[in-house]
């Protein structure tokens, strides 16, 4: 996989989560925090806290880290699946 194609395959798995249910298309500044997140971090656990800290700061509520830990074990699959390909 292409690293622009993980990229957007990233930002769907996020818009798809919609952790707040204000609608897919709704979190597209978070999605870009959440990418760089998921190339700045390798751990999932410290990746899901990342996460949480990203939406909390935008919209002042905190999501359940179990929820984060399962975005964050996604996007970093979609990750190192990019970086293995030539």
Request: contains cysteine; glycine residues 2%; hydrophobic residues 40%.
């Amino acid at each position: 996989m292409e690293e622009s194609h993980a990229v957007r395959e990233m930002i769907k798995i996020i818009a798809k989560w919609d952790p707040f249910k204000y609608g897919e298309e709704f979190y597209e500044t978070e999605a870009v925090d959440v990418v760089q997140a998921v190339y700045d971090e390798n751990d999932p656990d410290l990746l899901a806290k990342s996460i949480q800290q990203i939406f909390e700061t935008s919209f002042e509520q905190t999501l359940p880290i179990a929820s984060c830990r399962e975005v964050a074990g996604q996007l970093l699959f979609i990750k190192n699946s990019s970086s293995c390909t030539p």
